[in-house]
């Protein structure tokens, strides 16, 4: 006994079988083709009638398919697939039969169309009995259609929920084009970064919402619009990691260069950039079931393992950052880094409970029974990203004041640390004066001074 399947979850109008054919191997003994009329059976239930498919003879294990022993008992004809009628859902399951006669090798499932009244996620399973049938093949499609459209159940929300990310978007980009606009000689570099990021997440934004807009109107993911949704997308997530990353490590803010990291960093940004683009590519371009658990794993993985190198590298920065600035006493730059870490630490902290949430809903809706919630999973995420973006955007927006944030008293904070590596202890001299060493000219020249009184000292009391 082997069994396809293939599960939609939908609010449906109806479904439609158009161009099914089955296709039996040639190997098949020419015996078996002769004498059997072996069929495909194709069953479609809403998701609350499962416990009324298959069956069991003696409270045994349960079977879809109609056993001897079952057969015997008068439960239902061998070969045949077990369904009892809905209790509450009146003519379903609905079960249709495709037939090979005799030596055929191809049956053919004649175009119907099924209304649906009642909303829910339907499974449709196309199943054989016949062990005869191993390594079938089938070729054509069904066709899924809500009262609003083509976009599955779980997925419509979606279609507003991006309608409503692009507007936040487009709000967010005036009031930061227009501070742009208006303080345009005091823009850093890194402003300019924030610009980008927030100029690709109106086009990821705006691609995604026309995207599925034209699923639900055609049925047919548009390839082209999906790939530069998903491109988009992951540059927009990449850049934002990466300019989180050396705003804690105080780049443009309080050191001009990060110096030998600079390829470590473009490293870890080209590598997430590379995991998260097959990632997604894989996941929205793919059909439906096309990644079982453990190859999806060996995708979700790498991502995972580079988005927790990225928290721990900022936090590290962002310690260090925080120290040195409260070291030098530069209270401007202390206030806005403290702001930030509190607004990082709090969107780590709501990620992490998120990830438990998640896991815990798929873990306990096996069936995907609360389908109609599933699209608040990923649009948590998006609504999360945006959030700390506009905090990042209300940080560092540009200003009349912006200078106070770049790096000019960085270099004397830099020289400064520096100088304060290798300046020694003071030296206590016999009559009790300090006495400290500098490379600074004016310090050496108030250190002779010292050293010459001393001698004197030591001459006057020889005599």
Same mark, same amino acid.
Request: charged share 20%; proline share 4%.
């Given at each position: 006994?082997?069994?396809?399947?293939?599960?939609?979850?939908?609010?449906?109008?109806?479904?439609?079988?158009?161009k099914?054919?089955?296709?039996?191997?040639?190997?098949?003994n020419?015996?078996?083709?002769?004498?059997?009329?072996?069929?495909?059976?194709?069953? *479609?239930?809403? $998701?609350? !009638?499962?416990?009324?498919?298959?069956?069991?003879?003696?409270?045994?294990?349960?079977? $879809?398919?109609?056993?001897?022993?079952?057969?015997?008992?008068?439960?239902?004809?061998?070969?045949?697939?077990? #369904?009892?009628?809905?209790?509450?859902?009146?003519?379903?399951?609905?079960?249709?039969v495709a037939?090979?006669?005799?030596s055929?090798?191809?049956?053919t499932?004649?175009?119907?169309?099924?209304?649906?009244?009642?909303?829910?996620?339907?499974?449709? #399973?196309?199943?054989?009995?016949?062990?005869?049938?191993?390594?079938?093949? $089938? !070729?054509?499609?069904?066709?899924?259609?809500?009262?609003?459209?083509?976009?599955?159940?779980?997925?419509?929300?979606l279609?507003?929920?991006?309608?409503?990310?692009?507007?936040?978007?487009?709000?967010?980009?005036? #009031?930061?084009?227009?501070?742009?606009?208006?303080?345009?000689?005091? *823009?850093?570099?890194?402003?300019?970064?924030?610009?980008?990021?927030?100029?690709?997440?109106?086009?990821?934004? &705006?691609?995604?919402?026309?995207?599925?807009?034209?699923?639900?109107?055609?049925?047919?993911?548009?390839?082209?619009?999906?790939f530069?949704? *998903?491109?988009?997308?992951?540059?927009?997530?990449?850049v934002?990691?990466?300019i989180?990353?050396i705003?804690?490590?105080?780049?443009?803010?309080?050191?001009?260069?990060?110096?030998?990291?600079?390829?470590?960093?473009?490293?870890?940004?080209?590598?997430?950039? *590379?995991?998260?683009?097959?990632?997604?590519?894989?996941?929205?371009?793919?059909?439906?079931?096309?990644?079982?658990?453990?190859?999806?794993?060996?995708?979700?993985?790498?991502v995972?393992?580079?988005?927790?190198?990225?928290?721990?590298?900022?936090?590290?920065?962002?310690?260090?950052?925080?120290?040195?600035?409260?070291?030098?006493?530069?209270?401007?730059?202390?206030?806005? #880094?403290?702001?930030?870490?509190?607004?990082?630490?709090?969107?780590?902290?709501?990620?992490?409970?998120?990830?438990?949430?998640?896991?815990?809903?798929?873990?306990?809706?096996?069936?995907n029974?609360?389908?109609?919630?599933?699209?608040?999973?990923?649009?948590?995420?998006?609504?999360?990203?945006?959030?700390?973006?506009?905090? $990042?955007?209300?940080?560092?927006?540009?200003?009349?004041?912006?200078?106070?944030?770049?790096?000019?008293?960085?270099?004397?904070?830099?020289?400064? !640390?520096?100088?304060?590596?290798?300046?020694?202890?003071?030296i206590?001299?016999?009559n009790?004066?300090?006495?400290?060493?500098?490379?600074? &000219?004016?310090a050496?020249?108030?250190?002779?001074?010292?050293?010459?009184f001393?001698? !004197?000292?030591?001459?006057?009391?020889?005599?």
């Amino acid at each position: 006994k082997s069994k396809g399947n293939d599960t939609l979850f939908l609010q449906f109008k109806f479904v439609m079988f158009d161009k099914i054919t089955f296709r039996r191997p040639e190997e098949t003994n020419d015996s078996v083709k002769e004498t059997s009329s072996s069929k495909v059976q194709i069953i *479609v239930f809403e $998701i609350e !009638d499962r416990e009324m498919i298959g069956g069991s003879a003696y409270g045994g294990q349960k079977a $879809i398919c109609c056993t001897s022993d079952l057969a015997k008992l008068g439960a239902c004809a061998e070969g045949s697939v077990i #369904y009892r009628p809905s209790q509450v859902n009146p003519g379903w399951p609905q079960l249709f039969v495709a037939s090979f006669d005799g030596s055929d090798l191809i049956a053919t499932l004649p175009s119907r169309t099924i209304p649906v009244k009642k909303t829910g996620m339907y499974n449709m #399973y196309f199943i054989h009995c016949d062990p005869a049938l191993a390594g079938l093949e $089938i !070729d054509g499609k069904t066709i899924w259609k809500n009262p609003t459209g083509y976009l599955p159940g779980r997925m419509a929300p979606l279609k507003n929920f991006f309608g409503l990310m692009s507007f936040a978007f487009v709000i967010l980009g005036i #009031y930061w084009f227009y501070q742009y606009m208006k303080f345009w000689r005091e *823009v850093l570099p890194l402003q300019n970064c924030i610009t980008l990021v927030i100029t690709l997440g109106m086009l990821e934004m &705006a691609l995604w919402y026309f995207e599925y807009a034209e699923f639900n109107e055609t049925g047919v993911r548009a390839k082209a619009i999906t790939f530069w949704a *998903v491109t988009f997308g992951t540059i927009k997530r990449t850049v934002a990691r990466l300019i989180i990353l050396i705003v804690s490590m105080g780049y443009g803010v309080v050191r001009p260069t990060l110096g030998g990291l600079t390829s470590k960093v473009v490293m870890l940004g080209g590598t997430f950039f *590379v995991a998260t683009e097959i990632l997604e590519l894989v996941e929205n371009l793919g059909t439906v079931n096309d990644l079982s658990g453990k190859a999806r794993l060996f995708l979700v993985y790498p991502v995972a393992i580079l988005d927790a190198s990225f928290i721990v590298w900022i936090f590290i920065s962002l310690a260090k950052t925080l120290s040195q600035l409260q070291a030098r006493r530069l209270m401007a730059k202390l206030d806005i #880094y403290r702001k930030f870490t509190i607004a990082l630490a709090i969107t780590v902290l709501v990620s992490i409970g998120w990830i438990g949430y998640e896991i815990y809903f798929k873990s306990t809706d096996v069936f995907n029974e609360r389908w109609q919630y599933a699209w608040i999973i990923p649009a948590f995420w998006h609504a999360l990203s945006f959030s700390l973006l506009c905090v $990042i955007s209300y940080l560092w927006a540009p200003s009349q004041s912006s200078m106070r944030f770049t790096n000019d008293a960085s270099e004397k904070f830099d020289r400064e !640390d520096s100088l304060s590596l290798i300046r020694p202890r003071p030296i206590v001299s016999n009559n009790g004066w300090s006495v400290a060493s500098s490379t600074d &000219a004016k310090a050496k020249k108030n250190t002779d001074s010292v050293t010459s009184f001393d001698e !004197d000292d030591e001459e006057n009391k020889r005599e």
